[in-house]
């Protein structure tokens, strides 16, 4: 690509390593080391800066092959060269340690992106939580789960029903979290 042809600029190599991402997915083709070539590629060429779309990019190809340690690897390195990581960047580190069923990481990762300054909302939790489901650590599930009805972003009871579970944009793991919760919490009662 760098050899002949137009000169590629960051948002081919976005738009090559997000086809990779689409790709990976699939049962037959792992495509996310095509993505991390393609980013070697582009920082080699030292036309082209790297930004925080294309190491997302990147970590979204990684985490749809269930590539835990590249997606890892892809958000200290954006560290390391001061770019700005967003909450897109731990949610896709978190989502492919829910695939790789690395719950202990995904939490690690959590807390990362809470002392990055990073506001932590449904869906930063929603990726950690559905990490440790994954690995069916149940009483972690829950403290988070609890963690995120005291930061008020889900609510377990329905205002006019004492202990009705409101299970509405739950994934089907998280609202089995909530059930126990609601049933922990009754039998205290």
Request: charged letters at 20%; a negative charge.
């Amino acid at each position: 690509m760098l050899q002949r042809g137009p000169v590629p600029d960051a948002f081919s190599f976005n738009s090559a390593m997000d086809a990779c991402k689409s790709l990976a997915g699939s049962d037959h083709c792992t495509s996310w080391p095509w993505a991390l070539w393609l980013l070697r590629e582009l920082r080699q060429s030292r036309r082209i800066k790297p930004d925080v779309v294309t190491f997302n990019t990147a970590a979204s190809a990684c985490e749809r092959g269930s590539f835990w340690a590249g997606a890892l690897a892809l958000l200290t390195e954006m560290r390391s060269l001061n770019l700005p990581s967003t909450p897109i960047s731990y949610k896709t580190v978190m989502a492919a340690c829910e695939r790789a069923s690395e719950w202990r990481v995904a939490l690690a990762v959590l807390e990362a992106m809470h002392q990055h300054g990073h506001q932590l909302e449904f869906t930063g939790y929603r990726a950690a939580l559905l990490a440790v489901c994954a690995s069916g650590r149940v009483d972690e599930g829950l403290a988070l789960f609890r963690g995120m009805a005291q930061e008020g972003l889900v609510q377990l009871w329905q205002i006019s029903e004492r202990f009705a579970v409101d299970l509405h944009g739950l994934p089907t793991e998280v609202a089995r979290l909530a059930v126990f919760a609601a049933l922990f919490d009754m039998a205290e009662q």
